[in-house]
T-cell receptor
């Protein structure tokens, strides 16, 4: 499976600031996804990062709050904007190969705390 | 009704026993089913995937799928304390393309 590098691995930020999380894959992948996992909860899909076009956001998530870039088939960024303590969470990058039957794999995640 | 449902647990089994983790899903047309293991503070790690009715075995793990009952399970034989983790069931709906729906997870404790 693809090797997925995500950084930073963790950060502590002040409220009102923004943080950009990077996801780098060692091979070209069709689909890249961004998830949030709040403490004790399961995974919530934020958006699908589409190469060469705008990301597709899930209900409850908006581009102004979570802008996403996908400049090529191996890289994506997620920005968490104007952060508040409610944004404290683990943010996970995930990739899926071309075959829609194949499973997704996850990066190591970014543990974000907002003071 | 949640799209993918799991008992949150915790499920506690003694070392060496069989742990049985269950999952039901609502989209009857779903074609792909996955089990992930997530240790505390870590990201999900794929354990098994299954597409056809019946059993699929990989080492100590067996995934079971019953599409008629919309039910998928994971059996862990000879459970070890290192198996203690949260197990996430994931389903790819028929019309969802690559989108995968995750259950809330079942916490498993294996007692030494």
């Amino acid at each position: 499976s693809a090797v997925i590098s995500q950084k930073p691995s963790r950060d502590i930020c002040q409220r009102g600031t923004s943080l950009t999380i990077q996801c780098q894959v060692d091979s070209q992948v069709t689909m890249m996804f961004w998830y949030r996992q709040q403490p004790g909860q399961s995974l919530t899909l934020i958006a699908t990062a589409n190469q060469g076009s705008e990301a597709t956001y899930e209900s409850g998530f908006v581009i102004d709050k979570f802008p996403i870039s996908r400049p090529n088939l191996t890289f994506s960024t997620l920005t968490v904007s104007n952060m508040s303590p409610e944004d404290s969470s683990i943010y996970l990058c995930s990739v899926a190969p071309t075959d829609s039957n194949q499973p997704q794999h996850f990066g190591d995640g970014t543990r974000l705390s907002i003071l | 009704q949640k799209e993918v449902e799991q008992n949150s647990g915790p499920l506690s089994v003694p070392e060496g026993a069989i742990a049985s983790l269950n999952c039901t899903y609502s989209d009857r047309g779903s074609q792909s089913f996955f089990w992930y293991r997530q240790y505390s503070g870590k990201s999900p790690e794929l354990i098994m995937f299954i597409y056809s009715n019946g059993d699929k075995e990989d080492g100590r793990f067996t995934a079971q799928l019953n599409k008629a009952s919309q039910y998928v399970s994971l059996l862990i034989r000879d459970s070890q304390p290192s198996d203690s983790a949260t197990y996430l069931c994931a389903v790819r709906p028929q019309a969802g393309g690559f989108k995968t729906i995750f259950g809330a997870g079942t916490r498993l404790f294996v007692k030494a």
